[in-house]
């Protein structure tokens, strides 16, 4: 069976778990969550991070009690057989294949502004480009990883001494600027609701640090790098989510944030600093190609995992001489043409569908393998094993708890009505889809496996 490359190093899977975390998400939409909820967003930040950590705590226990699982969805297919392996498989390939275009477009709309050439044109660049980088070697894409993380983490953190000089009002005229948090209808202005449907709302922009178990694959050391991830995660939510976020709504009045413009922007100008626009679309371009980059290369590893096990169509599992699955790249390399196309013209109505169907998959796929670790974790104490040295907190309550809230999103986003409930359900329904299609395979697979014949037994019709 081809085996890919162990070239990634520590250092790009470092970069690969922070960056997987901080996308454009953080810099421009987190403007539509601080718009609805005020202040009191940072409580939503951190019920959705806390979320997000016990999963990966979750993974970290896995990983090291399963050192020669490869990738994030093949914990669910560890833990409740080859149907969850499937269906977190695909759900988890479709979330990141919509991802790809999406992030394309993002990125091809900035340079627009900068260059003036036709947006399509410049997002079919981006893609030649990425698809390049994907094609050379996985320690290519450590690399621009690395380098892209690298970016978006130094200007999280200036940011953050910039912010806090002026809210502690070291730099600011007026004096310490704390009084912004409560001034303008309370720290929870619209109540707890909103704080909770925040938390719905941040949940998506949260994911993306298991990105670390299918790069972890390619390393030297999976099962440490994973645990180092589970066990580092959580300052990385309180840096660079909560502690930007709650800076920001410190800086500038919650009520001046306006849906669609980078709050980032926002609180430099207001810093007076006459660099930020610029800077911070530099930054948010570097975000978006990072988000581009790792989308691409999530896509064509867990579909080459998913046909290693049969699961899709097995021409797919091939590498080339540096160990590149590259019918999978190119696989991932179409489909983003193809929505690039379907976004650029008249087919809006498609490429809205396509996003909204995959708008909840990432819930359905950490809820998989929740209760894959959750079972796992059994069957190894009924066994009589030793508890793995990195353990899931206060197991089973916590696990529950994780559980419990992740179906507490969902009901979230039923009851919340326009988009989100028409996420939930084009979501429901690419479940449904995956589901029968593992069915189809299987029933497929069983009517090829020929029926022992019992020795001096008549053959069939006599």
């Given at each position: ?31 539509a969550a601080i718009a609805a909820t005020g202040p009191a967003i940072v409580l ?289 390399s179409l489909a983003g043409v193809l ?124």
């Amino acid at each position: 069976m081809p085996e890919l490359s162990r070239s990634l190093q520590p250092r790009h899977i470092t970069m690969i778990s922070i960056g997987g975390m901080i996308g454009a998400g953080l810099f421009v939409s987190s403007s539509a969550a601080i718009a609805a909820t005020g202040p009191a967003i940072v409580l939503s930040y951190l019920i959705t991070g806390t979320l997000v950590l016990l999963v990966m705590r979750m993974l970290g226990e896995m990983a090291v009690a399963l050192p020669t699982v490869r990738s994030f969805t093949e914990f669910a297919r560890a833990g409740l057989g080859p149907w969850a392996g499937f269906v977190a498989g695909w759900l988890y390939w479709y979330f990141w294949m919509i991802v790809v275009p999406v992030e394309a477009i993002a990125g091809a709309n900035i340079l627009h502004g900068w260059l003036g050439f036709p947006p399509w044109l410049l997002g079919l660049v981006l893609m030649g480009i990425m698809t390049a980088v994907n094609l050379m070697s996985a320690r290519s894409y450590g690399e621009f990883e690395f380098w892209f993380a690298s970016i978006k983490v130094a200007a999280i953190l200036v940011f953050i001494a910039l912010a806090a000089a002026y809210a502690c009002g070291f730099t600011s005229p007026t004096g310490p600027t704390f009084g912004n948090l409560s001034a303008y209808g309370g720290f929870m202005p619209k109540g707890w609701v909103a704080v909770l449907a925040g938390a719905v709302t941040v949940y998506f922009s949260l994911t993306g640090a298991e990105i670390t178990t299918i790069a972890a694959a390619e390393s030297r050391e999976p099962a440490r790098a994973v645990a180092r991830m589970s066990s580092s995660v959580i300052m990385r939510i309180l840096t660079f989510y909560v502690g930007s976020v709650l800076l920001i709504v410190t800086v500038v009045p919650w009520v001046r944030v306006h849906v669609g413009e980078s709050p980032f922007t926002l609180a430099l100008a207001t810093m007076q600093f006459k660099w930020a626009s610029l800077a911070m679309s530099a930054i948010i371009l570097t975000a978006v190609l990072s988000c581009l980059n790792s989308a691409f290369y999530v896509c064509s590893r867990v579909m080459f995992v998913l046909a290693e096990h049969g699961d899709a169509p097995q021409w797919l599992v091939q590498v080339n001489e540096r160990r590149v699955p590259t019918r999978s790249v190119w696989m991932g390399s179409l489909a983003g043409v193809l929505g690039i196309l379907a976004a650029m013209t008249s087919s809006q109505t498609v490429f809205a569908f396509l996003v909204n169907a995959s708008g909840a998959l990432m819930v359905f796929v950490y809820m998989i393998v929740a209760v894959a670790h959750i079972r796992l974790r059994r069957e190894r104490e009924a066994s009589g094993a030793p508890t793995p040295a990195l353990s899931m907190w206060l197991f089973p309550w916590l696990s529950y708890a994780a559980l419990a809230g992740m179906v507490a999103v969902l009901i979230a986003m039923a009851l919340m009505g326009g988009d989100m409930a028409r996420q939930l359900f084009w979501s429901v329904v690419s479940l449904a889809v995956a589901v029968g299609a593992f069915l189809l395979l299987d029933a497929r697979r069983k009517a090829r496996v020929p029926v022992p014949v019992t020795p001096g037994a008549p053959p069939d019709g006599s």
